[in-house]
């Protein structure tokens, strides 16, 4: 008996894509009705096997009750809704208020943003915690996108004998820093990716806009405070499109926690994050013609399906996997 149900109750959790404990949950009252099911037909006068093989029958496809039990299990709180869309919300008034130039209330909100996330992630991966996961990454990918230029000034000089090299302990921290970064992401991303791809893709969402906002301010005006206030009508009107982006964004994550139906979290997360970016690009960049938003649209797509194929890649997460009831 117990190899045919420990089969067909692995290939349930294959397919469940909920959190572990709430997975560990649902393993043990489907193994409770099997014992059941069993009982009842021995008593009937089937044979063990027997009895087993109809028990397994009379349950149906294993990915048919994992997509009811998903349904059944996945919705969260409005607790939990109202927890997920507080970073988006949190950037988006840094926007609004036009905060985000000051370093240090910056510094401030990001630094909650980051424990948030570290507590949340040690506490066990609840429902509201991957859309904190995105902000939490923020701060090493600034700081690792600000290293490129002593890199590339080192570089310089060492290929064509032009400007001046950064200090090698400057270079070595630099290199740790990156080094720490990749390890970060790339475990961060492995994690999540093994258990649900969907999660991954919540995770960051908010990040390539993020990133081409960021690069495009710095390319044109740099990222230093006087160079910030110079502008500060243009930068207002683009303060207001990225606040109502994120605002945009905390709406989506809170129906992607509210949303029983699988099919509805992945239509949230990859339809609307993409109409989202391109309105967000498309008041970014007046001048972006219909070629170029649709371009940036199938980019935000790529990007967001990425994680669906690392999850195929990866497999199932294995630490998810504990045993089944004795």
Known sequence: MRAGIDGYLDDVRTHLHLDPRTEQRVINELYTHFEEKVADLEEQGESEDCATVSALESFGDARQIARLMYEAYSRGTWTDALISCQPHLIVAALFATHVWRSPILLGIAFSAIVVISILGWRNGASNWLYSWLGYALLPLL??????????????????????????????AGLALLLAFTLWLISAMAVSVARRDWILLSLMILPLPVIVVWFITETQVV??????????????????????????????????FVRARIRAVKVCAVIVVGIIGSALAARSLWADAGLVRIALIALCFFVVLTIPLFLHNLLGREQGSDQALPS
Do not use: K
């Open 222 to 255: 740099g990222f230093l405070p006087e160079a910030l206030v110079s502008i500060e009508s243009r930068f207002s009107t683009w303060d207001g499109a990225m606040a109502i982006f994120f605002l945009f964004l905390g709406v989506l994550t809170a129906t």
């Open 142 to 171: 600034v700081a690792s996108y600000l290293s490129i230029d002593p890199v590339a000034r080192t570089v310089t000089f060492i290929f064509s004998g032009h400007g001046t090299p950064a200090p090698l302990w400057h270079l």
